[in-house]
Protein backbone atom coordinates (compact mmCIF):
# COMPACT_ATOMS: atom_id res chain seq x y z
CA UNK A 1 0.00 0.00 0.00
CA UNK A 2 0.57 3.76 -0.14
CA UNK A 3 0.09 7.10 1.51
CA UNK A 4 0.38 10.52 -0.10
CA UNK A 5 0.10 13.29 1.63
CA UNK A 6 -0.07 16.76 0.24
CA UNK A 7 0.79 20.23 1.69
CA UNK A 8 1.31 23.71 0.33
CA UNK A 9 -1.92 24.97 -0.50
CA UNK A 10 -3.62 27.80 1.06
CA UNK A 11 -4.93 31.59 0.32
CA UNK A 12 -2.87 32.88 -2.96
CA UNK A 13 -3.39 36.26 -4.63
CA UNK A 14 -4.17 36.21 -8.22
CA UNK A 15 -0.76 36.72 -10.14
CA UNK A 16 0.88 35.09 -7.34
CA UNK A 17 2.48 31.28 -7.46
CA UNK A 18 1.73 27.93 -5.80
CA UNK A 19 3.98 25.32 -4.56
CA UNK A 20 2.81 21.85 -3.51
CA UNK A 21 4.38 18.89 -2.85
CA UNK A 22 3.05 15.18 -2.40
CA UNK A 23 5.00 12.67 -0.55
CA UNK A 24 4.56 9.10 -1.30
CA UNK A 25 4.91 6.62 1.59
CA UNK A 26 4.92 2.97 1.93
CA UNK A 27 5.21 0.24 -0.49
CA UNK A 28 6.79 3.22 -3.09
CA UNK A 29 8.88 0.97 -5.06
CA UNK A 30 5.78 -0.49 -7.26
CA UNK A 31 4.25 3.32 -7.84
CA UNK A 32 4.38 3.56 -11.79
CA UNK A 33 3.01 7.01 -11.94
CA UNK A 34 2.43 10.08 -10.20
CA UNK A 35 0.25 12.93 -10.90
CA UNK A 36 -1.79 15.84 -9.90
CA UNK A 37 -5.35 16.43 -10.08
CA UNK A 38 -7.69 18.82 -9.00
CA UNK A 39 -11.38 19.55 -8.36
CA UNK A 40 -13.22 23.41 -8.01
CA UNK A 41 -16.70 23.19 -6.47
CA UNK A 42 -19.37 21.36 -8.29
CA UNK A 43 -17.07 20.07 -10.93
CA UNK A 44 -15.38 17.05 -12.16
CA UNK A 45 -11.92 16.27 -10.84
CA UNK A 46 -9.62 16.95 -13.77
CA UNK A 47 -5.74 16.24 -14.88
CA UNK A 48 -3.90 19.59 -13.76
CA UNK A 49 -1.20 19.47 -16.55
CA UNK A 50 -4.34 19.35 -18.94
CA UNK A 51 -5.90 21.94 -17.46
CA UNK A 52 -3.11 23.98 -16.63
CA UNK A 53 -1.26 24.28 -20.01
CA UNK A 54 1.54 26.75 -20.25
CA UNK A 55 1.46 27.22 -16.45
CA UNK A 56 2.26 24.93 -14.36
CA UNK A 57 5.85 22.75 -13.76
CA UNK A 58 5.83 19.19 -12.39
CA UNK A 59 8.17 17.22 -11.38
CA UNK A 60 9.78 14.40 -9.09
CA UNK A 61 12.74 14.13 -6.95
CA UNK A 62 12.45 10.15 -7.04
CA UNK A 63 15.19 9.63 -3.73
CA UNK A 64 12.42 12.04 -1.89
CA UNK A 65 9.36 10.02 -3.23
CA UNK A 66 7.68 13.25 -3.41
CA UNK A 67 5.98 14.61 -6.29
CA UNK A 68 6.18 18.79 -7.09
CA UNK A 69 3.36 21.22 -8.49
CA UNK A 70 4.51 24.97 -9.40
CA UNK A 71 1.44 27.08 -10.94
CA UNK A 72 2.35 30.42 -12.22
CA UNK A 73 0.22 33.76 -13.14
CA UNK A 74 -2.49 32.23 -10.45
CA UNK A 75 -5.90 32.92 -11.66
CA UNK A 76 -8.93 32.72 -9.46
CA UNK A 77 -10.53 29.93 -11.46
CA UNK A 78 -8.07 27.84 -10.09
CA UNK A 79 -9.37 27.46 -6.99
CA UNK A 80 -10.33 23.67 -6.03
CA UNK A 81 -8.62 20.88 -3.74
CA UNK A 82 -5.56 19.74 -5.02
CA UNK A 83 -4.97 15.74 -4.98
CA UNK A 84 -1.93 13.54 -5.32
CA UNK A 85 -2.72 10.60 -7.55
CA UNK A 86 -0.35 7.28 -7.58
CA UNK A 87 -0.77 4.10 -9.84
CA UNK A 88 0.76 1.72 -8.36
CA UNK A 89 1.59 -2.00 -9.98
CA UNK A 90 2.15 -5.19 -8.29
CA UNK A 91 1.43 -9.02 -8.64
CA UNK A 92 0.23 -8.02 -12.46
CA UNK A 93 -2.97 -5.51 -10.87
CA UNK A 94 -2.95 -1.98 -10.99
CA UNK A 95 -4.28 -0.03 -8.07
CA UNK A 96 -4.97 4.12 -7.81
CA UNK A 97 -4.51 6.04 -4.61
CA UNK A 98 -5.33 9.35 -3.63
CA UNK A 99 -3.97 11.66 -1.45
CA UNK A 100 -6.55 13.67 1.16
CA UNK A 101 -6.35 16.71 -1.11
CA UNK A 102 -4.95 20.31 -0.47
CA UNK A 103 -7.29 23.65 -1.28
CA UNK A 104 -6.13 26.04 -2.59
CA UNK A 105 -8.10 29.18 -2.78
CA UNK A 106 -7.13 32.08 -5.45
CA UNK A 107 -8.46 35.55 -4.18
CA UNK A 108 -8.99 38.00 -6.65
Known amino acids: QVQLVESGGGLVQAGGSLNLSCVAE????????MNWYRQAPGKERELVALSVKGRCTIFKDNAKNTLFLQINSLKPEDTGRYYC?????????????WGQGTQVTVSS
Open 26 to 33: GDTIHISA
Open 85 to 97: NAMYSKSMRLYQY
